[in-house]
Protein backbone atom coordinates (compact mmCIF):
# COMPACT_ATOMS: atom_id res chain seq x y z
CA UNK A 1 0.00 0.00 0.00
CA UNK A 2 1.71 3.43 -0.89
CA UNK A 3 -0.12 5.54 1.55
CA UNK A 4 -1.54 5.03 5.50
CA UNK A 5 -4.84 6.94 4.85
CA UNK A 6 -6.31 7.93 7.84
CA UNK A 7 -10.68 6.68 8.54
CA UNK A 8 -11.42 10.84 8.06
CA UNK A 9 -9.40 10.79 5.04
CA UNK A 10 -10.95 7.75 3.47
CA UNK A 11 -14.45 9.52 4.41
CA UNK A 12 -13.90 12.41 2.97
CA UNK A 13 -12.88 10.42 -0.47
CA UNK A 14 -16.25 7.92 0.00
CA UNK A 15 -18.10 11.19 0.60
CA UNK A 16 -16.70 13.24 -2.32
CA UNK A 17 -14.21 15.64 -2.68
CA UNK A 18 -10.64 15.25 -0.48
CA UNK A 19 -8.71 18.33 1.35
CA UNK A 20 -5.46 19.02 -0.79
CA UNK A 21 -3.79 19.77 2.31
CA UNK A 22 -4.71 16.33 4.36
CA UNK A 23 -3.96 14.53 1.24
CA UNK A 24 -0.38 16.56 1.00
CA UNK A 25 -0.24 15.48 4.86
CA UNK A 26 -0.49 11.88 4.30
CA UNK A 27 1.70 11.90 1.86
CA UNK A 28 3.98 13.34 3.58
CA UNK A 29 4.06 10.71 6.40
CA UNK A 30 3.49 7.96 4.39
CA UNK A 31 6.29 8.70 2.21
CA UNK A 32 8.42 10.68 4.10
CA UNK A 33 11.69 10.20 1.82
CA UNK A 34 9.74 10.53 -1.60
CA UNK A 35 8.46 14.36 -0.21
CA UNK A 36 11.61 15.27 1.47
CA UNK A 37 13.67 14.93 -1.77
CA UNK A 38 10.73 17.14 -3.49
CA UNK A 39 10.79 19.53 -1.39
CA UNK A 40 14.60 19.96 -0.93
CA UNK A 41 14.75 20.16 -4.63
CA UNK A 42 11.86 22.69 -4.37
CA UNK A 43 14.13 24.81 -1.96
CA UNK A 44 17.12 24.39 -4.10
CA UNK A 45 15.49 25.72 -7.17
CA UNK A 46 13.62 28.87 -5.65
CA UNK A 47 17.45 29.84 -4.23
CA UNK A 48 19.06 29.80 -7.84
CA UNK A 49 18.39 31.00 -11.27
CA UNK A 50 18.84 27.91 -12.89
CA UNK A 51 16.06 25.96 -14.97
CA UNK A 52 16.32 22.66 -13.05
CA UNK A 53 17.72 20.98 -10.00
CA UNK A 54 18.09 17.64 -9.43
CA UNK A 55 18.82 15.42 -7.04
CA UNK A 56 20.99 11.82 -7.96
CA UNK A 57 21.61 10.16 -4.67
CA UNK A 58 21.51 6.88 -4.32
CA UNK A 59 18.41 5.73 -1.96
CA UNK A 60 18.21 2.50 -0.01
CA UNK A 61 15.50 0.00 -1.04
CA UNK A 62 12.98 1.65 1.13
CA UNK A 63 13.80 4.91 -0.12
CA UNK A 64 13.51 4.16 -3.83
CA UNK A 65 10.18 2.61 -3.17
CA UNK A 66 9.07 5.13 -1.53
CA UNK A 67 10.34 7.66 -4.83
CA UNK A 68 8.65 4.65 -7.42
CA UNK A 69 5.25 5.53 -5.58
CA UNK A 70 5.11 8.91 -5.88
CA UNK A 71 6.06 9.45 -8.83
CA UNK A 72 4.25 6.57 -10.47
CA UNK A 73 1.22 7.62 -8.92
CA UNK A 74 -0.44 10.79 -11.36
CA UNK A 75 -2.46 11.64 -8.22
CA UNK A 76 0.55 11.84 -5.97
CA UNK A 77 3.13 13.27 -8.49
CA UNK A 78 0.82 16.10 -9.03
CA UNK A 79 -0.47 16.61 -5.61
CA UNK A 80 3.43 17.44 -4.78
CA UNK A 81 3.68 19.25 -7.90
CA UNK A 82 0.96 21.58 -7.25
CA UNK A 83 2.19 22.11 -3.44
CA UNK A 84 6.09 22.95 -4.47
CA UNK A 85 5.04 25.17 -7.60
CA UNK A 86 7.22 22.80 -9.42
CA UNK A 87 7.06 20.27 -12.72
CA UNK A 88 8.65 16.80 -11.55
CA UNK A 89 10.69 14.59 -14.05
CA UNK A 90 12.44 10.86 -13.63
CA UNK A 91 15.09 9.56 -15.36
CA UNK A 92 15.70 5.88 -13.33
CA UNK A 93 14.68 4.83 -9.75
CA UNK A 94 16.26 7.89 -8.06
CA UNK A 95 17.20 10.43 -10.22
CA UNK A 96 14.56 13.12 -9.86
CA UNK A 97 14.41 16.79 -10.60
CA UNK A 98 12.30 19.46 -9.99
CA UNK A 99 11.82 21.87 -13.81
CA UNK A 100 9.85 25.92 -13.10
CA UNK A 101 6.49 24.53 -14.40
CA UNK A 102 6.13 25.94 -18.11
CA UNK A 103 9.41 24.59 -18.82
CA UNK A 104 7.91 21.44 -20.22
CA UNK A 105 8.90 22.79 -23.73
CA UNK A 106 12.01 23.74 -23.07
CA UNK A 107 15.36 22.14 -24.28
CA UNK A 108 16.17 21.59 -20.63
CA UNK A 109 13.37 19.51 -20.26
CA UNK A 110 13.42 18.15 -23.40
CA UNK A 111 16.64 16.40 -22.75
CA UNK A 112 16.36 15.52 -19.64
CA UNK A 113 13.25 13.45 -19.81
CA UNK A 114 14.70 12.37 -23.27
CA UNK A 115 15.30 8.80 -25.02
CA UNK A 116 18.80 9.69 -24.83
CA UNK A 117 18.95 10.52 -21.05
CA UNK A 118 17.21 7.93 -20.51
CA UNK A 119 19.66 5.26 -21.83
CA UNK A 120 22.45 7.59 -20.40
CA UNK A 121 21.37 7.36 -16.58
CA UNK A 122 21.34 3.44 -16.93
CA UNK A 123 24.34 1.20 -15.05
CA UNK A 124 24.29 -2.28 -14.40
CA UNK A 125 23.40 -1.14 -11.01
CA UNK A 126 19.88 -0.12 -11.43
CA UNK A 127 18.54 -3.28 -13.16
CA UNK A 128 16.72 -3.97 -10.33
CA UNK A 129 15.04 -0.48 -9.48
Given amino acids: MSLNVSPALLAQAEAGE ?8 TVRTSLPYAYQVVAGLSSELGDTAEEFVNDNTTPTD ?3 AQL ?5 SN ?7 QHFGVKLAFVNCHRVAAFRPGSEQG ?23
Avoid at 18 to 25: H, L, M
Avoid at 68 to 72: G, I, V
Avoid at 111 to 121: E, G, P, V
Fill in 62 to 64: DER
Fill in 75 to 81: AIRGSLE
Fill in 107 to 129: DAYRQFTSQRNQILNQSPELRSC
Fill in 68 to 72: LRALA
Fill in 18 to 25: VDQAEFID
